[in-house]
């Protein structure tokens, strides 16, 4: 069936009503569109166009608007959004300036000839190939994606080292460049600390730590997963070390990540005895050596950041780490007499890698061995992800939870979900999170936090205790301080660091 | 149009800080524009070529 | 196979395009001054597209080669026409194998009047047919009996009335500069593919005067002058010829991959590369996604066809389309929009023009010489403006729009240029 209206004495150039039908034929009920004034020529050609013009009564001053369909009432509707369209042509975008996006390396460097870095997060199976086009050109890379070969990641390496240019990643999400956050990372006041990271949530951890402190950070550079494993020989951790020693803007340099492959601890632990400057070495759950001053070594995040500020400041780093443990002390005593300690598993849901990895080390020295999909121990290692048994710490940033969706740090919904499963189990009685801020994150994960704990007690009643701790500064786009109240409001209890949220969560469980 | 190439080094990109060509993800770019950093977003599509011949016209380019 | 050195090679190709002096200097007969027609034999057609056979044309270009025999006196009507191309009596050949281009099926006859071109820098020369306008036309596949008598019209009236004054033209200054035509037309709105109507409008101002000097027959001078003016895409067919000229100076150079043709034939899509000889690189020709003229629907459109696609080589047409935002409203984009698509197309050419500039972007010379290994490493394909035909022979135009090249045939083509030219 046809609908048709006339509206006397309306005209529009032909192009508009060309862009008009083309719109109504997108609507659902619109088989075929007209729109056109009452020419004779353009009656005939509505008429090949399926119409019925007998009853048509136009000038051709005068617009037709038609169309075709089956459902009367869609149709009409259709009549009523073509005078729409007419009205606001919405088609139109706004032409304010629209910065020309280049399709291809060469193109963007015509634009900004004065690059210095690629960023890359495209997908793992091109991104080789793109990073090393782009060194070719003289870049440094920055290697967000991940699922890069290991020979590629080799290869890259190698290429850099040649040019004096630097291959940060593959799996590098975290880079700070004279205070600049890139990727995800936090806003921090700049000042003589160059940090060396193989991990994410490690570099932000101790960025923030320092921040804390009144310490600022001039360079985190990232390595990526996978370059202090033997195979890759630390090539890009090295050479950082490298470039940060030999940097005069730079006082104090600390080296954080999950532990290296034991030749590769060596030989950063050799730069750094030769380095000439303070080198703070924290490897999470890595070597525990008394210290050789000014070599440092140190098995937290916090402890890893405190000690590099008393470096920095002058003041004494036994100190710092004597009055970290009182504070936790402390704290951890406080909370015992407010909350209780309790039977009952302790199950962390966490979104940064090395934060997950740091907790299990502390939670494990209470509780003994813990289970997760990325274990200490690879006993320990669940037999399904998303089941947790006894006492869990799961890391949701692991590719099993990012197939086809984005990282936790962006989209918090996953482990949202899995808070309020934990509730319903009786055997929980604490859960522990990490709340990730900076540039690159989620804008309110202590929103997403805080709603799904509010569900969770509706479940759970006082029967769980929710410990967090929130790694981001004021500075931040989420602001630290506010993102804290809301979690604080919702009853998390919300501690200093990662380690201390670990320490507590592991001390409210009834001992062995 | 020749073929445009930087001269820099990690160690110069320390000092004068990060100008940024992004590929992938938007939201990077518009972190760094927010902070006042230079940047270029990249259009990137995956290339129609097969690997095979990229990897020779590069070689072909490198020769001549 | 020694090493080429390609930026070299390239650099060349681009400065014997840009060198070129494309100049129009008289028409003729397409049997007698088309080079090697005649020994296609009595019955033969050039065709817009890379090699064809009946069998595979599309609808549009059936209906141009039916219009064709008609006019030619070859058959009586459509049905002996089909029958005729059936039988294999027509040779069939592209327009490109002759030093030639048409517009849309681009269908040139022995009879059909053409102009001549020259390049006066490296002196080789071009032929197209003359541009009939809008609606029933040959070259949209339409074939009644309104298209014939306009053909002949042409042949009788229009053609002697502008090969005397081109040839007056030539005495008296060397004929007409085209490449000066171009050039100013693209400051004054058109991009010389879609939009035509500056250009054509100085070409009437260059010719008619000469046009009068050379003829006393009036009232065919009055319909000759009308009839250019009322078609405004009178001064493509001349663009195109010129961009020929200028091309094919610009081929066979050892180790250059600048595209060189370019063309569809309503089936296929095709190209030639200056370092690669005589080699067609084909593969399907786009569907046009255009926006459509009231009555028309996605299921009419025809693929992609014509040589016009020969300006976007020369680096003009789509590589122009910030010098004529009006086009870009046919996909409802913006100023901006047009910009864009330009600013893309350098990332796939060799280097810039010097003559043909866009006020948009500080006169800034349009992307020229477009590289298939460019296309090959980013992917992006050279985007025309350009009109669609309907997929029935005869029923004319059905819309207009921009449309991107298929990727396919440019791959080829450089996996033959690495084939021929990688030293391993």
Same mark, same amino acid.
């Given at each position: 069936?046809?609908?048709?209206?006339?509206?006397?004495?309306?005209?529009?150039?032909?192009?508009?009503?060309?862009? @008009?039908?083309?719109?109504?034929? !997108?609507?659902?009920?619109?088989?075929?569109?007209? *729109?056109?004034?009452?020419?004779?020529?353009?009656?005939?050609?509505?008429?090949?166009?399926?119409?019925?013009?007998?009853?048509?009564?136009?000038?051709?001053?005068?617009?037709?608007?038609?169309?075709?369909?089956?459902?009367?009432?869609?149709?009409?509707?259709?009549?009523?959004?073509?005078?729409?369209?007419?009205?606001?042509?919405?088609?139109?975008?706004?032409?304010?300036?629209?910065?020309?996006?280049?399709?291809?390396?060469?193109?963007?460097?015509?634009?900004?000839?004065?690059?210095?870095?690629?960023?890359?997060?495209?997908?793992?199976?091109?991104?080789?190939?793109?990073?090393?086009?782009?060194?070719?050109?003289?870049?440094?890379?920055?290697?967000?994606?991940?699922?890069?070969?290991?020979?590629?990641?080799?290869?890259? !390496?190698?290429?850099?080292?040649?040019?004096?240019?630097?291959?940060?990643?593959?799996?590098?999400?975290?880079?700070?460049?004279?205070?600049?956050?890139?990727?995800?990372?936090?806003?921090?006041?700049?000042?003589?600390?160059?940090?060396?990271?193989?991990?994410?949530?490690?570099?932000?951890?101790?960025?923030?730590?320092?921040?804390?402190?009144?310490?600022?950070?001039?360079?985190?550079?990232?390595?990526?997963?996978?370059?202090?494993?033997?195979?890759?020989?630390?090539?890009?951790?090295?050479?950082?070390?490298?470039?940060?020693?030999?940097?005069?803007?730079?006082?104090?340099?600390?080296?954080?990540?999950?532990?290296?492959?034991?030749?590769?601890?060596?030989?950063?632990?050799?730069?750094?005895?030769?380095?000439?400057?303070?080198?703070?070495?924290?490897?999470?759950?890595?070597?525990?050596?008394?210290?050789?001053?000014?070599?440092?070594?140190?098995?937290?995040?916090?402890?890893?950041?405190?000690?590099?500020?008393?470096?920095?400041?002058?003041?004494?780093?036994?100190?710092?780490?004597?009055?970290? !443990?009182?504070?936790?002390?402390?704290?951890?005593?406080?909370?015992?007499?407010?909350?209780?300690?309790?039977?009952?598993?302790?199950?962390? *849901?966490?979104?940064?890698?090395?934060?997950?990895?740091? @907790?299990?080390?502390?939670?494990?020295?209470?509780?003994?061995?813990?289970?997760?999909?990325?274990?200490?121990?690879?006993?320990?290692?669940?037999?399904?992800?998303?089941?947790?048994?006894?006492?869990?710490?799961?890391?949701?940033?692991?590719?099993?939870?990012?197939?086809?969706?984005?990282?936790?740090?962006?989209?918090?919904?996953?482990?949202?979900?899995?808070?309020?499963?934990?509730?319903?189990?009786?055997?929980?009685?604490?859960?522990?999170?990490?709340?990730?801020?900076?540039?690159?994150?989620?804008?309110?994960?202590?929103?997403?936090?805080?709603?799904?704990?509010?569900?969770?007690?509706?479940?759970?009643?006082?029967?769980? @205790?929710?410990?967090?701790?929130?790694?981001?500064?004021?500075?931040?786009?989420?602001?630290?301080? @506010?993102?804290?109240?809301?979690?604080?409001?919702?009853?998390?209890?919300?501690?200093?660091?990662?380690?201390?949220?670990?320490?507590?969560?592991?001390? *409210?469980?009834?001992?062995? | 149009?020749?073929?445009?190439?930087?001269?820099?080094?990690?160690?110069?990109?320390?000092?004068?800080?990060?100008?940024?060509?992004?590929?992938?993800?938007?939201?990077?770019?518009?972190?760094?524009?927010?902070?006042?950093?230079?940047?270029?977003?990249?259009?990137?599509?995956?290339?129609?070529?097969?690997?095979?011949?990229?990897?020779?016209?590069?070689?072909?380019?490198?020769?001549? | 196979?020694?090493?080429?050195?390609?930026?070299?090679?390239?650099?060349?190709?681009?400065?014997?395009?840009?060198?070129?002096?494309?100049?129009?200097?008289?028409?003729?007969?397409?049997?007698?001054?088309?080079?090697?027609?005649?020994?296609?034999?009595?019955?033969?057609?050039?065709?817009?597209?890379?090699?064809?056979?009946?069998?595979?044309?599309?609808?549009?270009?059936?209906?141009?080669?039916?219009?064709?025999?008609?006019?030619?006196?070859?058959?009586?009507?459509?049905?002996?026409?089909?029958? #005729?191309?059936?039988?294999?009596?027509?040779?069939?050949?592209?327009?490109?194998?002759?030093?030639?281009?048409?517009?849309?099926?681009?269908?040139?006859?022995?009879?059909?009047? $053409?102009?001549?071109?020259?390049?006066?820098?490296?002196?080789?020369?071009?032929? $197209?047919?003359?541009?009939?306008?809008?609606?029933?036309?040959?070259?949209?596949?339409?074939?009644?009996?309104?298209?014939?008598?306009? #053909?002949?019209?042409?042949?009788?009236?229009?053609?002697?009335?502008?090969?005397?004054?081109?040839?007056?033209? #030539?005495?008296?200054?060397?004929?007409?500069?085209?490449?000066?035509?171009?050039?100013?037309?693209?400051?004054?709105?058109?991009?010389?593919?879609?939009?035509?109507?500056?250009?054509?409008?100085?070409?009437?101002?260059?010719?008619?005067?000469?046009?009068?000097?050379?003829?006393?027959?009036?009232?065919?001078?009055?319909?000759?002058?009308?009839?250019?003016?009322?078609?405004?895409?009178?001064? #493509?067919?001349?663009?195109?010829?010129?961009?020929?000229?200028?091309?094919?100076?610009?081929?066979?150079?050892?180790?250059?991959?600048?595209?060189?043709?370019?063309?569809?034939?309503?089936?296929?899509?095709?190209?030639?590369?200056?370092?690669?000889?005589?080699?067609?690189?084909?593969?399907?020709?786009?569907?046009?996604?255009?926006?459509?003229?009231?009555?028309?629907?996605?299921?009419?459109?025809?693929?992609?066809?014509?040589?016009?696609?020969?300006?976007?080589?020369?680096?003009?047409?789509?590589?122009?389309?910030?010098?004529?935002?009006?086009?870009?409203?046919? $996909?409802?984009?913006?100023?901006?929009?047009?910009?864009?698509?330009?600013?893309?197309?350098?990332?796939?050419?060799?280097?810039?023009?010097?003559?043909?500039?866009?006020?948009?972007?500080?006169?800034?010379?349009?992307?020229?010489?477009?590289?298939?290994?460019?296309?090959?490493?980013?992917?992006?394909?050279?985007?025309?403006?350009?009109?669609?035909?309907?997929?029935?022979?005869?029923?004319?135009?059905?819309?207009?729009?921009?449309?991107?090249?298929?990727?396919?045939?440019?791959?080829?083509?450089?996996?033959?240029?690495?084939?021929?030219?990688?030293?391993?």
């Amino acid at each position: 069936m046809q609908k048709t209206e006339t509206i006397k004495g309306a005209y529009y150039d032909s192009v508009t009503l060309m862009l @008009a039908a083309r719109e109504l034929n !997108k609507l659902d009920g619109v088989s075929s569109s007209s *729109l056109s004034m009452g020419t004779e020529a353009n009656i005939r050609i509505m008429e090949g166009g399926g119409f019925d013009t007998a009853t048509l009564d136009a000038a051709p001053n005068d617009l037709i608007i038609g169309v075709l369909g089956d459902d009367a009432d869609k149709l009409a509707a259709a009549l009523e959004t073509a005078k729409e369209y007419l009205a606001k042509q919405p088609w139109k975008k706004d032409s304010g300036a629209s910065d020309y996006k280049p399709k291809s390396l060469d193109g963007a460097l015509s634009i900004l000839p004065g690059a210095n870095l690629a960023v890359v997060s495209v997908a793992g199976r091109y991104a080789g190939d793109l990073a090393e086009s782009c060194l070719k050109k003289g870049l440094n890379v920055m290697l967000f994606s991940d699922n890069v070969p290991l020979e590629k990641e080799i290869e890259l !390496k190698k290429l850099a080292r040649e040019k004096n240019l630097l291959v940060m990643g593959p799996d590098c999400g975290t880079v700070v460049i004279r205070g600049k956050a890139l990727g995800m990372a936090n806003v921090c006041p700049t000042g003589p600390v160059g940090i060396v990271a193989a991990a994410g949530t490690g570099l932000q951890e101790a960025h923030i730590q320092l921040e804390r402190r009144g310490v600022g950070t001039l360079h985190g550079i990232g390595t990526g997963g996978r370059d202090v494993k033997r195979e890759v020989g630390g090539l890009t951790a090295l050479a950082a070390m490298e470039a940060l020693i030999s940097d005069d803007e730079i006082r104090t340099l600390l080296v954080v990540g999950k532990p290296p492959a034991p030749e590769i601890e060596q030989k950063i632990a050799d730069v750094a005895r030769k380095a000439g400057k303070p080198v703070v070495l924290g490897f999470v759950g890595g070597i525990t050596a008394d210290d050789e001053p000014p070599v440092y070594f140190c098995s937290g995040l916090e402890e890893s950041a405190a000690v590099t500020a008393a470096l920095t400041l002058g003041t004494c780093p036994s100190d710092a780490r004597r009055e970290l !443990k009182e504070r936790d002390d402390k704290f951890i005593a406080e909370q015992l007499a407010k909350l209780g300690s309790r039977r009952g598993c302790l199950r962390g *849901l966490y979104s940064g890698g090395t934060l997950c990895y740091e @907790a299990q080390l502390v939670a494990s020295a209470k509780l003994g061995a813990i289970r997760s999909n990325a274990p200490l121990d690879a006993k320990m290692k669940l037999a399904d992800s998303l089941t947790s048994k006894g006492h869990t710490i799961v890391d949701y940033g692991e590719d099993e939870f990012t197939q086809g969706k984005l990282h936790p740090m962006i989209d918090g919904a996953f482990r949202r979900e899995r808070i309020i499963a934990e509730a319903r189990d009786p055997e929980v009685s604490v859960i522990l999170l990490d709340v990730v801020l900076g540039h690159g994150c989620n804008e309110n994960p202590a929103g997403i936090v805080s709603s799904a704990v509010g569900e969770a007690r509706s479940i759970c009643g006082d029967r769980i @205790a929710f410990v967090a701790s929130v790694c981001g500064t004021d500075a931040d786009p989420q602001n630290a301080s @506010a993102q804290r109240r809301i979690l604080e409001d919702a009853g998390v209890v919300v501690c200093a660091s990662n380690a201390q949220a670990a320490l507590l969560a592991s001390s *409210l469980i009834e001992g062995r | 149009m020749s073929e445009n190439s930087v001269s820099s080094s990690f160690d110069s990109m320390l000092k004068s800080g990060v100008a940024v060509v992004n590929f992938g993800m938007e939201r990077f770019s518009s972190d760094l524009k927010e902070q006042g950093v230079s940047v270029v977003h990249v259009d990137w599509r995956p290339p129609a070529a097969k690997s095979s011949l990229l990897s020779k016209l590069g070689k072909l380019k490198q020769n001549s | 196979m020694p090493n080429i050195d390609l930026e070299a090679a390239n650099r060349e190709a681009l400065e014997k395009l840009l060198n070129a002096a494309p100049t129009l200097i008289g028409m003729g007969v397409a049997r007698e001054v088309v080079p090697g027609m005649k020994e296609l034999g009595e019955k033969a057609l050039l065709h817009a597209g890379p090699p064809i056979t009946w069998e595979r044309m599309s609808g549009p270009m059936r209906g141009a080669v039916m219009a064709a025999c008609m006019y030619e006196g070859w058959a009586a009507d459509s049905d002996e026409a089909a029958k #005729l191309a059936e039988s294999g009596e027509i040779a069939f050949d592209p327009c490109h194998h002759h030093h030639a281009v048409g517009p849309m099926a681009g269908v040139t006859s022995p009879s059909m009047p $053409v102009f001549i071109l020259e390049n006066k820098t490296h002196g080789n020369r071009s032929y $197209v047919n003359m541009n009939e306008g809008l609606g029933q036309v040959l070259r949209m596949g339409a074939f009644s009996p309104e298209v014939t008598d306009r #053909l002949r019209w042409m042949e009788k009236t229009l053609y002697p009335t502008l090969r005397d004054g081109i040839a007056k033209a #030539l005495q008296d200054c060397g004929g007409i500069d085209v490449k000066n035509i171009i050039a100013q037309g693209l400051h004054m709105g058109d991009e010389m593919h879609n939009r035509n109507k500056a250009g054509t409008s100085l070409f009437l101002r260059a010719i008619v005067p000469y046009m009068i000097e050379a003829s006393s027959d009036t009232a065919a001078l009055v319909e000759s002058i009308r009839f250019i003016d009322k078609n405004d895409h009178f001064f #493509l067919n001349i663009a195109m010829a010129a961009a020929k000229c200028s091309l094919e100076a610009a081929h066979g150079v050892e180790g250059s991959s600048m595209v060189t043709v370019m063309c569809r034939n309503g089936t296929d899509f095709g190209i030639k590369v200056s370092g690669l000889g005589d080699e067609w690189f084909t593969c399907e020709a786009a569907l046009p996604d255009v926006l459509l003229f009231p009555g028309f629907t996605k299921d009419d459109v025809n693929r992609d066809i014509g040589d016009s696609a020969i300006m976007e080589t020369y680096g003009i047409g789509g590589f122009a389309l910030a010098a004529a935002p009006a086009i870009v409203q046919f $996909v409802g984009g913006t100023p901006a929009d047009a910009a864009n698509f330009s600013l893309e197309m350098y990332e796939i050419s060799i280097g810039e023009n010097n003559i043909f500039t866009l006020p948009a972007f500080n006169f800034r010379g349009t992307a020229t010489g477009i590289d298939i290994i460019k296309v090959a490493e980013t992917g992006v394909t050279p985007i025309l403006d350009t009109g669609a035909a309907h997929k029935t022979a005869g029923k004319g135009q059905v819309g207009a729009g921009i449309v991107r090249m298929p990727i396919e045939a440019f791959l080829n083509a450089a996996e033959a240029f690495v084939e021929k030219y990688l030293d391993e």
